[in-house]
């Protein structure tokens, strides 16, 4: 959930650390857009999960996640 100065973690509500506006806290965001083959047809949703909150949901996974070592850091 994002208001013009804040992030929190969909999930848990967990605030998202930032310093000046920039987050010092990883987090991922998910935006959807559904299409024609789904029952939210035209629908766009968008969502942040803290760290935490995207571990605990990939772990529910029956199909892990792929995962590879990302050479370069920017």
Known sequence: MRS????????????????QDIPVEDFITVKKSWGYFSKKDGTVQEF?????????????????????EQKEML
Do not use: H, S, V, Y
């Open 4 to 19: 013009e100065k804040e992030i929190r973690c969909n999930m848990c509500g967990k605030k998202i650390k930032q310093e």
């Open 48 to 68: 942040d999960l803290c760290e935490a909150c995207c571990d605990a949901l990939t772990r529910r996974f029956q199909i892990p996640a792929a995962e590879t």
